[in-house]
């Protein structure tokens, strides 16, 4: 949000996003944009001028993880910033099943993880898929770079897998113990152990 906004803007703003908090920790992705500007205390065009779409809303609700998030990819790298494809394909591996634990424990984070229109030839980055990208990305080239990750895999391929995991498991009864169980199996592969 601008500093030069007004004060009462900026309260506005505030309160909306401590409701939006408690509504998307409620009800993910389906919280009511109305119902938050009825218990913010403030009109729907409000909540409509401060954050223009869902998304927009849910990014800055998931703001604070995201920012835990490429702090913990940062460590990482420069923990693994060695020429070994174990320990490239380790670093990766443990942000990734960090990602899918905050996923799996963060209702409503699992949709700002992708960037809007994953897919070949998209051009759509959200702010927050742009943030994680540039701290995670050096993780996934030096494991791809050592042979650890085919090189075809993109970082947007991986927060779509993660995303995908983290809404088809958010309404079980034990869901980040069933999103890691999809994630292992994801990066283990459908084939037998020899």
């Given at each position: 949000m601008p500093a030069q906004q007004r004060a009462d803007a900026r309260r506005n703003y505030a309160r909306i996003l401590a409701v939006a908090e408690e509504e998307v920790a409620a009800h993910g992705v389906d919280a009511s944009l109305e119902q938050?500007?009825?218990?913010?205390?403030?009109?729907s065009a409000t909540v409509r001028r401060h954050f223009p779409t869902r998304r927009a809303l849910l990014e800055a609700v998931s703001r604070k993880r995201i920012e835990a998030l490429c702090l913990r990819a940062r460590e990482l790298a420069n923990k693994a910033d060695k020429p070994d494809k174990n320990d490239s394909r380790s670093a990766l591996l443990e942000w990734l099943?960090?990602?899918?634990?905050?996923?799996a424990s963060a209702?409503?984070?699992?949709?700002?993880?992708?960037?809007?229109?994953?897919?070949?030839?998209?051009?759509?980055?959200s702010?927050?898929?742009?943030?994680?990208?540039?701290?995670?990305?050096?993780?996934?080239?030096?494991?791809?770079?050592?042979?650890?990750?085919?090189?075809?895999?993109?970082f947007a391929d991986l927060m779509t897998l993660i995303?995908?995991?983290a809404l088809a498991t958010e309404h079980l009864p034990d869901p980040a113990v069933e999103a890691d169980r999809l994630f292992r199996l994801a990066v283990a592969g459908l084939s037998p152990r020899s």
């Open positions: 938050i500007a009825r218990t913010a205390g403030v009109g099943s960090d990602v899918v634990a905050y996923s209702r409503g984070l699992a949709p700002v993880l992708a960037p809007e229109g994953a897919g070949p030839g998209s051009e759509q980055v702010s927050c898929s742009a943030l994680l990208e540039e701290s995670a990305g050096p993780l996934l080239r030096r494991a791809a770079r050592d042979g650890a990750v085919a090189t075809s895999v993109t995303a995908g995991i």
